[in-house]
């Protein structure tokens, strides 16, 4: 009423009073009475809520879900929670289907969940903590993988444009060197070919001296000057061209031929970019290589210190052993090899030089025990007429002149193995990159005549300061 009324006293001035309600217009301003229907309904409901009953229960939000919370037997909230069967229920099913059951209020049950809920809750928050720690590390490392590739592909195009510059440069000097050769070989050519023409020229003349002097009828004339006549003057043979200087040209394209054909199977090799170091830091990871007599085939002879190993004709009556190569003249080390090692052997006419996992067959009717034919091994054999290296059956050819030292270099866990010629200056033959799973062993095979060596050497002093080429 005081609100109706408020309202109509700001119309007074239009003297137009409506209701807020159906907006019915009134004129003059009606006199607002009181709704006894309306108030007599307040009245009787302010002592519901005084209830003793009533008062034991909850309100709680009006929800469309409300539905959800009537227990579809019996049409009552579900105010109750059975731990038995682990669901909501009313209070007549606790009389009824669960009777008998470990039945709670739902607000304890929520209260005992509620703790468990703050656990999980704490849990999650570690989980988060952790996960996002995690995507921090990735991402970390994602970083440093695309800092270290764009670094490398930086540093593999600055050397890669240096030795394009190196090679332009050497380009050109050849040029220039087969240009100046060219250039001395065809002044030759045509210096002696004026001669020839200039000698010609004299012939000829010569020749028509002679004729006419043939058909003089004067003898006085013909005796007095044959004589100065028939003396031939300057080079009575004639000079063959001299194909053999061709040489220069033939090496030069044989030797660039070579030097292409190197570095094609070096770029075309999976191997990692890494720069050769040189003899002297090889060295520095050099071990003592040792023969385990107990492998030894019995065409092969061990010195006393089991460094030198020496093919021979006759039949060694070694005792038997699991470990011995029983049909193949084929050693390994004593000792296992891990880390970062390089030895050298010294040896002589046709001798393979290998490592291979310990586990590789000793005897059998195939090939599968020898160096180079399985996946346990890989050998390099070196004789007179060829140099190739096999592993797993696959063959390589390499093209390298015949050498008395071979160096080899094992990076176990970076999976490098890498076999050199090493004379004067240190040449890399082949390298291998894989993963090794077991430790690897030294091996020498010797197939050739009696007498043929192989000797696990010290290092040559002299060769400790020199470069890998």
């Known amino acids: ?5 408020t309202s109509w006293d700001e119309e007074d001035q239009r003297r137009n009073y409506s209701c807020p309600l159906c907006r019915e217009t009134f004129y ?5 009475v009181k709704n006894t229907m309306l108030a007599e309904l307040v ?12 008062k034991k229960r909850k309100c709680v939000e009006a929800s469309v879900k409300l539905q959800e919370n009537i227990c579809s037997h019996h049409g009552e909230v579900m105010t109750f929670y059975c731990r038995t069967d682990q669901q909501c229920i009313c209070i007549l099913c606790s009389m009824d289907n669960h009777k008998g059951h470990e039945t709670v209020s739902a607000a304890a049950e929520r209260n005992e969940m509620q703790k468990d809920l703050g656990e999980i809750w704490q849990k999650i928050q570690q989980k988060i903590q952790d996960r996002e720690k995690n995507v921090k590390l990735l991402q970390k490392e994602m970083e440093t993988i695309n800092h270290s590739a764009d670094k490398a592909v930086e540093d593999s195009e600055k050397t890669l444009t240096e030795m394009i510059c190196v090679i332009e440069k050497r380009s050109s000097d050849l040029k220039e060197q087969i240009r100046s050769w060219q250039k001395t070989e065809v002044s030759r050519v045509k210096e002696l070919q004026e001669k020839m023409d200039q000698e010609i020229t004299y012939m000829k003349r010569k020749e028509a001296d002679l004729e006419e002097l043939s058909r003089s009828e004067d003898h006085t004339k013909f005796l007095q000057s044959y004589r100065s006549l028939s003396i031939l003057t300057g080079s009575t043979d004639s000079p063959i061209p001299k194909t053999d200087r061709l040489w220069y040209f033939n090496d030069v394209t044989t030797a660039v031929k070579a030097a292409s054909d190197k570095m094609q199977k070096i770029l075309t090799e999976k191997l990692p970019l890494t720069k050769l170091m040189n003899r002297a830091e090889y060295l520095e990871y050099s071990c003592q290589i040792t023969m385990d007599p107990n492998t030894a085939g019995y065409s092969l002879v061990l010195s006393d210190d089991n460094r030198k190993i020496t093919y021979t004709d006759q039949y060694m009556s070694y005792p038997e052993h699991p470990d011995r190569f029983s049909y193949s003249k084929q050693v390994l080390s004593k000792d296992g090899l891990t880390g970062r ?3 050298e052997m010294e040896i002589s006419k046709d001798a393979e030089v290998a490592v291979a996992y310990k586990s590789i067959a000793r005897s059998g ?11 346990k091994s890989w050998v390099l054999r070196c004789n007179d007429s060829y140099t190739l290296f096999r592993h797993d059956s696959h ?25 050199f010629s090493v004379s004067e200056t240190m040449t890399l033959l082949h390298r291998v990159q894989t993963t ?12 050739g005549s009696d007498g043929d060596t192989v000797e696990f050497g010290r290092v040559m002093p002299s060769l400790k300061r020199q470069r890998v080429d």
Not at 28 to 32: E, H, N
Not at 43 to 54: A, V
């Open 1 to 5: 009423m005081n609100c109706i009324k």
């Open 28 to 32: 003059p301003r009606p006199v607002l």
């Open 43 to 54: 009245e009787e409901l302010k002592p519901h809520y005084q209830s003793p009953t009533l």
């Open 341 to 343: 090692c390089y030895w």
């Open 365 to 375: 009717d195939s090939l599968v025990h020898l160096f180079g034919y399985n996946k």
């Open 395 to 419: 063959t390589t050819v390499i093209s390298a002149p015949k050498s008395s030292r071979i160096g080899v270099y094992l990076a176990h866990s970076a999976g490098t193995l890498a076999f």
């Open 436 to 447: 090794f799973t077991e430790p690897l062993y030294a091996g020498v095979f010797l197939s």
